[in-house]
């Protein structure tokens, strides 16, 4: 069975769970934050030498970072298919992630610190909104390639599951879709409405 090291609250972690539940695959999780120790194992510092999660085992497999962890699952448990089946339409799906994780996901990741790790009295306000207005801006990007197909790339794909976790800590973070991204918005809730979005919670 797959080990993922993983913690609650990551969403990096919750992207591979997406794709898990997708797959219908069984895993172990192992959250690193209920066991410190774990970190310290050979077999963590294996699978991950950043000390990041996520990051897997699957035999002899060791691997980190969640995109590398996706492709490869999707390449080892084809049905259903997360990639489109052209190499072309691989390629726009590995351009996509790479392009929204450099100008929404990091922005969320340095919210989430600043909203959520730090005390609120150290929590910088306009650096906040700064961020906001980077990520909604960059948002404007998902309302347009949704504006005439159901999922990022058309059919769901690894696109959709690496997006999907950060997009749901909006709440947290003060974000709200705005009401004049309609498409984005209806493509966010059939993200919802798909059983892996529950089960990555857990």
Not at 35 to 46: G, L, R
Not at 121 to 147: H, M, N, S, T
Not at 157 to 179: C, K, Q
Request: with cysteine.
């Amino acid at each position: 069975m797959i080990k993922l090291f993983c913690f609650p609250r990551s969403g990096n972690s919750r992207e591979v769970k997406i794709v898990l539940a997708e797959k219908n695959v069984s895993y172990e999780p192992i959250d690193i934050h209920a066991d410190k120790e774990i970190t310290q194992s050979p077999e963590f510092k294996k699978a991950s030498p950043k000390g990041t999660v996520p990051a897997i085992i699957d035999g002899g497999v060791y691997l980190s970072e969640a995109f590398l962890i996706n492709q490869y699952l999707d390449g080892k448990y084809p049905n259903p298919p997360l990639m489109p089946p052209t190499k072309e339409g691989k390629e726009e799906v590995v351009r996509l992630v790479e392009t929204l994780d450099r100008v929404m996901v990091r922005n969320i990741g340095l919210l989430v610190i600043e909203c959520l790790l730090k005390p609120k009295a150290e929590q910088r306000e306009d650096f906040k909104e700064k961020k906001r207005a980077e990520v909604l801006k960059a948002f404007e990007e998902i309302d347009r390639l949704v504006q005439s197909k159901p999922y990022l790339c058309g059919e769901y794909s690894l696109a959709d599951a690496a997006v999907t976790p950060h997009v749901a800590a909006f709440p947290l973070l003060g974000l709200r879709i705005p009401e004049n991204l309609k498409n984005a918005a209806a493509w966010f809730e059939r993200i919802k409405a798909r059983p892996s979005f529950e089960q990555s919670l857990h």
